[in-house]
């Protein structure tokens, strides 16, 4: 092909690539480096690009509540995994098995449910949990956010399933396989890659909600979304405080997306497409 | 009360009847915002420990106090979800007198408290205090909660640069107050300090310069001007069937205030919320600071700036055309939540939380000049801080004050959010002074009539 | 058979729990006058509908969401296209397409404070530094309209990388030969990705349209940590709307009635591009 139309495709691609590189990057550097920053410097104007980094920030996340928080995020997202998991894979199997009306209208159902707005919702989930006995527990919060993650794990689990050859389950069936048989030692296995990213974006999902987690907990449960609403509402803007809980809370973002991208990617790719 | 909170209600009750045997000591859980700042001499500078004055308190008394500590917003909702729900986790709730006392004492959501103030009267006794910060919460006759911090209206500003520009002293009345205003401005453009802003207010959507914004509207008006003849309960309101006068004699004040917002506020002060201003003063950023002075002695206490911190001055709220200074004023307020298991402790704690020696500890540890006790304003520690001129003016202030410079109908939270809301449409110029206040009175009117007022 | 019913079972209870009750809830929720401001609660049928599609704010707030979201989602396919065609056909940059990508993983709270800090007019990197010094002396975030570009921005920035990796997963899967035949037949780069690229691309984007809208249409706590719905009514979306009147105007009735509005028209929207676009996915691609 003509030599300068790659070039000149080969240039367009380098600067789009570059401004959208700075665009999304510089945020999170500078959160980082807000983070290594004194109070004072961080709010100086014009920047001070050259200051001693200082780790009090993250000294107080260590010493104070704030790791609380962290447990708490890390245990409400792991169980709603679980859950999701649990109960997502076999609904999923069951519904991608079947065909016609029935299915349609309870796929749809299940892919609506994500839709009613969460502002009004809250006031009946506090009700809810209230009257269970479960106001300011991990678990309220956990089941609160399968309300959104569950459908999410079926609506990508099943049409991944769909797009799997029913000859293997045919095959395990002649076996003397059960459904639940199949599904474990046939399915599954092969389904690995897939069912991890959903499990990624399911907890990503969890770790990051903020709405459902801020009004169902108050002292015991709170999540780190919550905590940081709340640093900055308090009497010392303290941005490097806020910076730092911020980079903290991007830290399994960074695990997982170091070690898991490349499923995320064919998962949601495979979901998407099928 | 209503069905739904009555059907939980039930479930909430066999629940905490199954629930554990009872604890030897009784516990009182509070709800409240500002941690290592509010009650710092009690739960310590994290808001997480417990001093020993505090542990005195409650091995006298047999109470374990139970702190939670959120940020204001997040607190406000907590509230109104527990209140609601009566739920009861909570025995004492944070208010504030701009809203949540009233709303929720004419819901029925908390307890009245004059019987009690009897009952722990070493604690607290309510003779000793600014009677002001009591009428602030006294909503119908009764009272529904106790004061912490509170606040009167007061301006902080420059010395230095008002001597810089010619003026010796802070006027008196608003109109004055403009055109030094002016005055400052030229200057300051005329010396390139694009930096530093005039005034800094505040003008953030939702509630947050309602309390202030109220306080203009009343000094123009020389009356609450919310509804015809500016009457402040809802009782008045319905024998005169006093419609809301948000496009006449409430225009005045309002339009002021936007006014000096847009032309010598800084560019975001349509964002800008008490925090904002705080900072903007205490980065030697802005020249005056009002009507909530209390921000500006909040700056004082943080600020890294010595200009800011060498030639500061307080200086009375001026009247306005009304002959009434421009109000601010406000309590921390906290009161005792209805679904409450153990009233008489949690009255107990709010007592102690709220009296003299809490107060004394406040004074201690923040060392600002607002104190709800006399005797602290005129006490040792406020007075080695701060020359006497400046607390009789800080006195002064509570007297000139009417608490209730605003309406105390059950609907203020509502009227709060959306003054407030269409004071930032004007400034940020979303919307004119005339558009906004015909919104805000065409809702008010529909609001108003729904509730029942003009039957 | 009946073993699906077992399986399904399970998700349809746990639905039913933390789905089915609020939703019911809330329908009820929406035909009282329920004012935590007035003691009497009682029925009033469709009068929370008829005074919510009658108030100003309602239309305001819905022009404000469609702004958001048509713009964001416009930025956002040109971006994510863009980076999806530039990392299509390459094993290189793997390092830049994961840092591309983290934006999607951070929680939408912190999103949003960067940002607010960021474009602040006063202690802001590029509110306060950046834009005076290339001569742009406005406070975005202050200003009604570059208070909704702003939060368009940190929306961009923050959901884009959802767009581009479902479009990167799509068009690596389109089937090499494809190209090759058409290049047999004589097709430039631009027909190529007219009369290939685009048709194969539809299912994917519409699928990422779909969850794209209602997580748009959903958006709450991005917006509410930036600008509060401000300057004014600025950047009031929908949610932000509802949200003031249930908790700040204490009218739960009322926003009640928002929400079933709202979950319509994410409804009839998602069952449209259900319908139309979705039934025969599968078979088509």
């Known amino acids: ?274 | 009360m209503t069905a739904a909170p009555r059907i939980s209600l039930a479930l909430a009750a066999i629940i905490a009847t199954a629930s554990g045997p009872a604890l030897a000591d009784t516990e009182v859980n509070i709800l409240a915002f500002a941690p290592g700042f509010a009650w710092a001499d009690m739960f310590g500078p994290s808001g997480t420990e417990k001093t020993d004055k505090l542990r005195a308190f409650e091995e006298a008394e047999g109470i374990v106090v139970n702190m939670e500590f959120a940020d204001e917003e997040t607190a406000r909702q907590k509230v109104l979800l527990d209140l609601v729900n009566e739920t009861g986790t909570y025995d004492l709730v944070m208010l504030g007198s701009d809203g949540a006392v009233q709303t929720f004492s004419y819901a029925g959501y908390l307890e009245p408290l004059d019987d009690y103030l009897d009952t722990a009267k070493d604690y607290f006794d309510a003779d000793q205090v600014y009677p002001q910060f009591l009428e602030a919460n006294t909503v119908n006759g009764k009272l529904w909660a106790l004061p912490y911090y509170s606040f009167g209206a007061g301006v902080i500003y420059r010395k230095d640069l008002f001597e810089k520009y010619g003026i010796d002293e802070f006027p008196g009345t608003v109109a004055e107050l403009e055109d030094v205003l002016r005055t400052i401005k030229a200057g300051l453009e005329a010396d390139g300090m694009d930096d530093v802003h005039t005034l800094t207010m505040r003008g953030a959507p939702g509630e947050e310069p309602s309390l202030d914004l109220a306080g203009f509207v009343y000094a123009d008006a020389g009356f609450p001007a919310w509804f015809e003849g500016g009457p402040t309960t809802p009782e008045d309101i319905k024998a005169n069937k006093a419609k809301p006068i948000f496009t006449s004699e409430f225009r005045g004040g309002f339009e002021r205030f936007v006014e000096w917002s847009k032309e010598f506020g800084p560019p975001g002060i349509a964002t800008h919320t008490w925090v904002d201003m705080m900072n903007l003063y205490g980065q030697g950023q802005a020249v005056v600071l009002m009507p909530s002075a209390i921000n500006g002695f909040a700056a004082l206490g943080g600020t890294q700036d010595e200009n800011v911190r060498d030639h500061t001055g307080f200086a009375p709220s001026p009247v306005g055309a009304s002959g009434k200074p421009v109000q601010s004023f406000w309590t921390f307020s906290v009161g005792v939540s209805a679904q409450s298991a153990n009233k008489e402790a949690a009255y107990k704690t709010l007592a102690f939380l709220t009296g003299e020696q809490a107060m004394q500890g406040f004074a201690e540890s923040i060392g600002w000049p607002y104190s709800t006790f006399p005797s602290i304003t005129r006490g040792e520690v406020l007075t080695a801080k701060w020359p006497t001129e400046l607390l009789d003016q800080v006195e002064a202030s509570y007297e000139q004050a009417n608490p209730h410079y605003f309406p105390y109908i059950p609907e203020l939270s509502a009227f709060m959010e959306r003054i407030g809301t269409a004071a930032s449409e004007a400034i940020s110029g979303e919307k004119s002074v005339e558009e906004a206040l015909n919104d805000l009175q065409n809702w008010a009117e529909e609001r108003m009539e729904r509730a029942g007022y003009y039957e | 058979m009946l073993w699906r019913l077992w399986f399904i079972a399970p998700m349809v209870v746990a639905l039913a729990t933390v789905v089915l009750f609020p939703t019911v809830f809330l329908f009820w929720m929406s035909t009282q006058h329920w004012l935590v401001t007035d003691p009497d609660q009682f029925y009033v049928g469709a009068e929370n509908f008829t005074r919510l599609l009658s108030a100003k704010d309602f239309w305001q707030s819905l022009r404000v969401t469609v702004a958001y979201l048509v713009l964001g989602t416009a930025i956002m396919l040109v971006i994510g296209l863009g980076l999806a065609l530039s990392f299509a056909n390459t094993k290189s940059g793997t390092l830049l397409r994961v840092m591309i990508v983290m934006p999607l993983i951070i929680p939408p709270v912190v999103a949003g404070f960067t940002w607010r800090f960021l474009l602040n007019g006063e202690i802001g990197f590029i509110g306060a530094f950046l834009l005076p010094a290339v001569g742009f002396e406005a406070n975005l975030l202050a200003d009604p309209k570059g208070a909704l570009f702003s939060v368009v921005i940190a929306d961009v920035w923050s959901r884009t990388p959802f767009m581009f990796l479902i479009l990167l997963a799509a068009l690596q899967g389109i089937p090499r030969d494809l190209y090759e035949a058409a290049r047999v037949d004589g097709a430039g780069p631009v027909a190529q990705f007219m009369r290939i690229t685009l048709p194969m691309l539809r299912g994917p984007l519409v699928v990422a349209l779909l969850f794209r809208i209602i997580d748009a249409i959903n958006t709450f706590e991005l917006i509410y940590v930036m600008t509060k719905g401000g300057p004014g009514r600025a950047t009031q979306v929908l949610s932000i709307f509802g949200w003031r009147t249930a908790f700040q105007e204490l009218d739960f009735g009322q926003a009640a009635s928002l929400g079933i509005v709202m979950l319509a028209i994410t409804l009839v929207g998602a069952l449209i591009m259900f319908r139309r676009f979705l039934r025969p996915a599968g078979q088509d691609v």
């Open chain 1, 1 to 274: 092909m003509d030599p300068t139309y790659n070039r000149g495709i080969a240039i367009l691609r380098a600067t789009f690539l570059t401004i959208v590189g700075i665009f999304t990057i510089f945020p999170l550097v500078w959160l980082i480096i807000g983070s290594l920053k004194t109070r004072h410097d961080a709010l100086a104007l014009p920047p001070r690009l050259i200051f001693t980094p200082v780790f009090d920030a993250y000294h107080k996340i260590l010493a104070g509540g704030i790791l609380n928080a962290f447990a708490n995020s890390l245990t409400i997202g792991l169980t709603n995994v679980a859950l999701a998991l649990v109960i997502g894979v076999p609904a999923a199997y069951a519904l991608s098995r079947m065909r016609g009306a029935v299915q349609e209208n309870l796929s749809f159902w299940v892919l609506s449910i994500r839709m009613a707005p969460l502002f009004s919702v809250i006031l009946p989930l506090y009700v809810l949990f209230k009257s269970l006995g479960l106001l300011d527990t991990r678990f309220a919060v956990a089941l609160a956010h399968l309300s959104l993650t569950l459908p999410l794990t079926v609506w990508l689990l099943m049409t991944y399933f769909r797009g799997l050859p029913t000859e293997l389950d045919d095959a395990a069936m002649i076996d003397g396989a059960s459904p639940l048989q199949t599904l474990l030692y046939v399915i599954v296995p092969i389904s690995r890659p897939m069912i991890a990213s959903v499990a990624v974006v399911v907890f990503i999902f969890s770790w990051n909600e903020f709405l459902l987690a801020f009004f169902l907990t108050s002292r015991d449960a709170q999540t780190v979304p919550v905590v940081v609403a709340g640093l900055a509402g308090t009497m010392s803007f303290d941005w490097p405080l806020i910076a730092a809980v911020s980079v903290c809370s991007m830290l399994p973002a960074f695990l997982f997306v170091g070690v898991a991208q490349r499923h995320i990617v064919a998962g949601l790719a495979s979901g998407a497409i099928k």
